[in-house]
């Protein structure tokens, strides 16, 4: 169900979540997670880097090796 039509606004904020299931030659699975995290104009960091709008803030990967039962055999980041 869509939202209503907001109130005028400014974008300021994109945070990106894509999460991926494969399975695994062993029989396991593995479930692969990314957040990325964009700003929509120039960002200073904490270290006086300035961003560029759409060049990630964050950009976060994790990797979940599961069996059926969802117990975790390993994980990698």
């Known amino acids: 169900m869509p939202l209503p039509?907001?109130?005028r606004r400014s974008h300021m904020h994109r945070r990106s979540i894509e999460l991926n299931g494969y399975t695994r030659e062993d029989g396991l699975y593995d479930i692969?997670?990314?957040?990325t995290d964009f700003k929509a104009g120039p960002y200073e960091t904490a270290t006086d880097k300035v961003l560029a709008p759409g060049e990630p803030?964050?950009?976060?990967?994790?990797?979940?090796?599961?069996?059926?039962s969802l117990k975790v055999h390993a994980g990698d980041r």
């Open 5 to 7: 039509d907001p109130v």
């Open 32 to 35: 692969e997670g990314r957040i």
């Open 57 to 68: 803030l964050h950009d976060m990967w994790v990797r979940l090796v599961v069996d059926e």
